[in-house]
């Protein structure tokens, strides 16, 4: 089976927006082996998209289109679709009936537009949209099927999950490709291509592949052909990177982020934490209760820009703040045992230092940060020179501080169960 | 005139890379008003590339092509060009003695490979690329122009700037379109569609876009033609918007995130705030420190997740608690004054809520959120049911959040000021 994918969208067509809706598109082709043909954009105009979609049918057995079933009158993607396949829509009441609940649910009253969200072209199956207004349509016509999807990436994925994969899964046998994900923290990309390497010759360079963000790197093995001999395959080169990766390897799935690695460690210790945070300004917390069910281990967090708030919220003494400045390994760690205390948490993580852009000397240069862990044997701390802008300056503290927790936790769970 | 981009690259249609070129030439095109109507990512595949570039022809007068004119033999740009527009390729001496001699100048033997990147379409003016190997190419069709450029970033940078700019000036004059951006918190899409609607008569609907996120929506105003006639009809535009979209516009500037716009408030008012949250866990004050400069009028904040927190660090009695539940008007407006007592603030935000996916029940559903704002002045509250799931629910939290913070300093600056 051949695909092409079309994003609609004039925004997708300036300078500032790339269409990133079809990679967690091509993500679900490449799981069950189907050849991705080409890609375009288009913009909310009902003639372009008629023309785009006649295009598609031409080259591909599938057309997967997202983006332009929004209630306004530029969201032209439902009437561009029923042209171009030659039928008409219709009000499907069911969708209608859900539109309404949703409304009524929000206690809001629901605008007329709103109502041209329920057009589904005739025949065509609607996708249930758990997370939103429009549902999903799938048009089959002869030996071609279309799906129409949303552009917002949450209720995409949503429908991804509920009807492409599924459907893919019915249409072309079970997965013929499979990726496992080794996801790193504090290892640089570099750092983390020298230590795979030895792996390239014996599974294949293009099986392996390296993706960077901010102090986090995800390892990608993927593997294909029948079943057994896929897993077999995949399992020992999970095992071969994991032993190379060593201690950086956080996760071998590519879900987990490293919030949700820490959280299932506390989870298990049967363990809490708590925060204390000054130029992360409460990002450490956050990422922390991003993981459903967090209130389980994560007790509070304070963040304490002013001297004022580090000594009244965590009693971080002014001595130390005048003899020693915000951003240094005393304060960092009086934060997190202040955190420990005042939370009455087993673990507490202290973030201080200079995010810029202003706030920078030349002893203390911008990224200059201090992280201090607390736990109930030892406080640990770090002190690192972070390059790069405010926005990186945060997310990489943020990473390190969690980093540093996590092996924290596994070193006192270690210690424990021996 | 009207143009197409494609990006020719396999690589392209993986899940890891998007074809990030394309902003680059848009960014040319839109200086010079020329109209983009599609874009589109093919493979390294010769018959897909004459596919697309014939598709291209027929809808536009200027097809810019980037990618595929490397050394190696997937590299197929040249040949599907010629075949594409009925034309041999040629050897272009005087680019094979450039290559020849930059390989010299890198002391490193020419690859025979290299050779190929001299192939020029007939008839066709090699563009010099004065920072890598391969020459772009202009070909001059009947009424239609063809370029193919260097995929490279760098290369292709160099390449717009010498050839492309020099070229789109003397086509189409000066810089002919411009953009405003307003920016909206706290209406939902639907409503912004019914407020602007009156503008679409006056101005045409095409010249007004509007792009939805969590509780955050950008009406971007157009204007085409000479300098100053549309400096005046943009601002005549924005003017009508502005009105139209009454107190829900925070910005007139694409830049300003509503963290920004309460920053600015803060500093010109000079007054200073702090936050208590729950189960946003930190994010409104994230938000707010992104801001460089932020330390000026942010003192500090608290995430009291147990209700032992909320009692301790932020003094919600426990009364309260027992009597309203920890999500309750009476709950929000505590914490919110707690932080200010405790922080020292002139304002607080105060939320607490249930964000999912457990821990509702049925008179208190996943995404009921209260959200309190207390001021020297007074305390206001609002009561939400957000619907999604709880990435979503904290995101519109974080919002209304905030936004709630930006009308009440704008009516206690006015107050002030009157």
Redesign the interface.
């Known amino acids: 089976m051949r695909a092409v994918i079309l994003a609609v969208g004039?925004?997708l067509?300036?300078?500032?927006r790339?269409?990133?809706n079809?990679?967690r598109l091509?993500?679900a082709l490449?799981r069950h082996g189907v050849e991705?043909?080409?890609?375009?954009?288009?913009?909310?105009i009902e003639p372009?998209i008629v023309?785009?979609l006649g295009?598609a049918l031409a080259?591909a057995e599938l057309v997967l289109v997202s983006g332009g079933l929004?209630?306004?009158?530029?969201d032209v993607t439902r009437e561009a679709t029923a042209a171009a396949v030659g039928r008409g829509l219709r009000s499907d009441p069911e969708v209608m009936a859900t539109i309404a609940r949703?409304f009524e649910?929000?206690?809001?009253p629901m605008?007329d537009?709103?109502r041209r969200q329920a057009l589904i072209v005739e025949g065509a199956v609607a996708l249930r949209n758990a997370?939103?207004t429009a549902p999903g349509q799938r048009i089959d016509l002869d030996q071609r099927t279309i799906f129409l999807f949303p552009g917002v990436p949450?209720e995409l994925d949503g429908l991804i999950a509920d009807a492409l994969l599924p459907w893919l899964g019915e249409r072309c046998g079970a997965v013929a490709r499979e990726t496992v994900t080794l996801r790193v923290a504090g290892v640089p990309e570099s750092e983390v291509e020298e230590r795979v390497k030895p792996a390239y010759p014996e599974f294949g360079r293009e099986s392996i592949?390296i993706?960077a963000s901010v102090a986090d790197v995800r390892v990608r093995a993927t593997a294909e052909g029948p079943p057994a001999e896929r897993h077999e395959r995949l399992a020992r080169m999970t095992e071969r990177l994991a032993d190379l990766l060593g201690d950086g390897l956080y996760s071998r799935r590519e879900e987990d982020d490293l919030e949700t690695v820490v959280g299932r460690l506390l989870r298990g210790l049967g363990r809490t934490v708590a925060?204390a945070?000054s130029c992360?300004?409460?990002?450490?917390?956050?990422r922390?209760?991003?993981v459903?069910?967090?209130?389980d281990y994560?007790?509070?967090?304070?963040?304490?820009?002013?001297n004022?708030?580090k000594e009244?919220?965590l009693e971080v003494a002014p001595e130390l703040l005048a003899e020693h400045g915000a951003v240094s390994e005393p304060v960092a760690a009086a934060l997190a045992s202040g955190a420990r205390r005042?939370?009455?948490s087993d673990y507490a993580v202290g973030v201080t230092g200079i995010a810029?852009?202003?706030?920078g000397t030349p002893e203390k240069p911008v990224g200059t940060v201090h992280v201090a862990v607390a736990g109930p044997l030892a406080t640990e701390h770090r002190r690192l020179r972070i390059p790069g802008d405010?926005?990186r300056v945060?997310q990489y503290t943020s990473q390190v501080a969690l980093e540093m927790l996590r092996r924290r936790l596994l070193a006192d769970g270690a210690r424990e169960a021996s």
Chains 1, 2 share one sequence.
Do not use: C
């Open positions: 004039t925004e067509l300036g300078t500032d790339l269409d990133s079809s990679l091509t993500a490449e991705l043909r080409w890609k375009a954009v288009v913009g909310d372009a023309a785009a295009r080259d929004g209630p306004t009158s530029d949703r649910r929000m206690g809001l605008a537009s709103n997370r939103g949450q592949t993706l925060t945070e992360t300004g409460g990002l450490v917390a956050e922390l209760t991003r459903a069910g967090s209130s994560f007790l509070g967090g304070a963040v304490a820009y002013s004022a708030a009244a919220v005042r939370f009455g810029g852009p202003g706030g405010r926005e945060r």
